[in-house]
């Protein structure tokens, strides 16, 4: 408004009056006033984003002051034990570290064929009543307690699924070293493992994988679509040359927060591990660990250089926690299916 | 019932092949033919695999349902092979709901339903045990808004029809129809440097004409155009009309234009379609362009050729 009822200005690139050098060109400064009630709604919402980062400074500042303790204590060797005797100061994340990112990295393994699939199949596939009631029902999923799927891991996944465990152990064990079963074939050489644990927790991040990309399978251009089926393309050929391209960035960040979510996952892992404190080579053996079902399994015991450790421990999962989910935001702002399609 | 200029033609079954200039209102609207030019398809050298070396289409009473609103009433057309059919008339007369009708992309959309038969060379596309993609492939189709793929590149672009429909070819008959499908839609010259470069970063009217391409490569019969125009600068639509006259009896066009004056340069026959508030659209008038253009027998017609409505 302010600039249009300036007619006499010369506009950038107007030819110039004699007498005028390049430096007498200067922008003029533009102003936008804002009204009263965008100034107080634009500070509410500045105020409720500002929360979030005040929130998060709040828990790393927690966990580094009461870490600290701990840290002092072991140094860097925190970082290279892998036992944790805090009466002894002797411990550190070197087991329990590695073994819950091999939980999360089973789970992944587990849980992306089928949340893809299951997403394809809920955007491409599904008629549309079906569709609906899928995704309601994924919604569900995602929102049982993790206690329940511990509980329901501990009492019925895990006697059942032992059959299939061994057969693994002993048809697979042999040319693939990392699921060997080194200790005697008795019933509890196969309960409470790495394995157990990640298929459980598979089972928490499908619905969260499974949802961020059906939405944006969901998006992926009509007009592309229609370019596809127009070739004689088959509905798969469509899904692949369309809607998986179009949705790879989403996935690709699905995937990172379903692993950042794995990582965090305490209290099935806890119901489930016989706690150890040795990096897991084989994980069909009984016995595994994670950095949140140590805190869980432990924090009632503690004493106060051992309650340090505890969140010193928790430190290193939040600030990978944190890693992992920035990467993913990142990932997914890059990608087309991300960025909300501007074109 | 409403659709009265067109029911005073012979029924349904009279002979199809038969022009019938006497009788500009028949049934079925037989455009004059268009003399074939010689067309050397890289796959075929013999001419296409049906064996006749051009196709030709035409719709048989053809109407269109969206839920219970009927869009398109009795629409017999005949479409001849080796010529350029426009289809003119106002926005919402039913024309390019008509145009996806033709290659079987009106039944993708929800609650569509049709009536009536489409035949691509006497064989109806709609027939049942009739594969969709089958049909597609023969009949390819240009859309509004270019719509390459953007994240593949120029010459995957032109080649992905095959991989869509799975014919598998050599790397050098490959390249050899890469270049082919490029040169015929036009756009050779300005990419042949950078065929791995993504589709997407082409201009509009570029965009368009390797979509153009891309539908060539799997050396359709026909080729639908649904405004193929509208979303690009003057430029570039003349490029694209010198790409469709270029392939003017390679293959049987028909292209969907508000452009009264593009719809005259491209075409050898049109037809006008019309819809009111409370009628679905229909044929008014069809026959060769210059006479549509010239002396119109129909009044609407006359009426909206010269621009005075629609």
Not at chain 2, 35 to 59: F, I, K, N, V, W
Not at chain 2, 197 to 219: D, E, Y
Request: proline fraction near 7%.
């Amino acid at each position: 408004m302010t600039s249009a009822a300036q007619p006499a200005a010369p506009y950038a690139g107007a030819p110039r009056q004699p007498g005028h050098g390049p430096d007498q060109d200067v922008p003029r400064t533009v102003t936008a006033p804002a009204t009263p009630g965008d100034r107080v709604f634009r500070g509410v919402l500045r105020l409720a984003g500002l929360s979030v980062f005040a929130i998060m400074g709040l828990i790393a500042f927690f966990l580094i002051l009461r870490g600290t303790d701990a840290l002092r204590t072991v140094g860097w060797s925190f970082l290279t034990e892998q036992k944790w005797q805090t009466a002894a100061h002797n411990f550190g994340i070197a087991a329990v570290l590695p073994n819950g990112l091999l939980i999360a990295v089973i789970a992944l393994v587990i849980a992306v064929p089928v949340a893809l699939g299951t997403a394809i199949f809920i955007s491409e596939y599904a008629p549309v009543r079906l569709r609906a009631a899928l995704i309601s029902l994924v919604d569900l999923m995602a929102a049982i307690p993790s206690i329940v799927y511990g509980l329901w891991g501990l009492f019925f996944l895990q006697p059942r699924i032992i059959g299939f465990v061994r057969w693994m152990a002993n048809h697979l064990g042999d040319t693939i070293p990392f699921l060997k079963v080194r200790i005697g074939d008795i019933g509890t050489s196969y309960t409470s493992s790495t394995f157990i644990a990640g298929v459980v927790v598979s089972l928490m991040i499908i619905p969260i994988v499974t949802s961020l990309s059906r939405e944006v399978f969901s998006q992926a251009p009509q007009g592309e679509r229609e370019g596809a089926y127009a070739l004689g393309s088959t509905r798969w050929g469509m899904v692949r040359a369309v809607v998986l391209p179009f949705g790879k960035g989403g996935v690709i960040g699905a995937v990172m927060l379903g692993f950042g979510r794995a990582m965090g996952e305490t209290i099935a892992v806890a119901l489930i591990i016989s706690p150890n404190f040795k990096a897991i080579t084989h994980i069909l053996e009984n016995g595994a660990n994670s950095i949140s079902a140590l805190i869980a399994l432990r924090f009632g015991e503690s004493d106060a250089l051992s309650l340090s450790a505890l969140m010193a421990a928790g430190l290193v999962l939040f600030a990978l926690t944190l890693l992992v989910n920035v990467l993913a935001g990142i990932v997914i702002n890059r990608s087309r299916s991300g960025a909300a399609t501007a074109d | 019932m409403t659709d009265a200029p067109l029911s005073s033609a012979p029924p349904a079954d009279a002979p199809l092949a038969g022009p019938s200039p006497a009788d500009p209102v028949a049934d079925t609207i037989t455009l004059p033919p268009v003399a074939p030019a010689p067309y050397a398809d890289p796959r075929h050298p013999q001419g296409h695999p049906g064996g006749g070396s051009l196709a030709g289409l035409e719709t048989r009473d053809v109407s269109a349902w969206f839920g219970t609103r009927k869009v398109l009433e009795r629409v017999s057309l005949a479409m001849p092979a080796g010529g350029v059919t426009a289809l003119i008339g106002p926005s919402g007369c039913g024309k390019s709901t008509y145009l996806r009708i033709l290659n079987r992309m009106h039944e993708m959309v929800r609650g569509a339903a049709l009536a009536g038969e489409v035949l691509l060379d006497g064989d109806d596309v709609y027939r049942p045990g009739r594969r969709p993609a089958e049909v597609r492939r023969r009949i390819g189709m240009v859309f509004q808004r270019p719509n390459p793929f953007p994240a593949m590149s120029i010459q995957d672009n032109v080649a992905s029809g095959l991989k869509l429909a799975g014919i598998k070819v050599s790397k050098e008959e490959r390249r050899d129809l890469v270049e082919t499908s490029l040169r015929r839609a036009g756009l050779w010259d300005e990419v042949s440097t950078r065929l791995h470069t993504p589709g997407g970063a082409l201009s509009g009217g570029q965009q368009q004409r390797l979509c153009i391409a891309r539908s060539l490569a799997v050396s359709p019969d026909i080729l639908l155009m649904d405004e193929p125009c509208s979303a690009l600068d003057p430029t570039s639509t003349r490029r694209v009309e010198e790409t469709i006259a270029e392939l003017r009896g390679r293959l049987t066009i028909v292209i969907v234009t508000h452009n009264m004056q593009q719809a005259q340069r491209v075409s050898q026959s049109c037809a006008f379609f019309l819809a009111t508030h409370d009628t679905p659209g229909r044929i008014v008038e069809a026959g060769p362009t210059e006479q549509i253009f010239g002396s119109p027998r129909d009044q609407r017609t006359s009426d909206y050729v010269n621009g005075r409505f629609g």
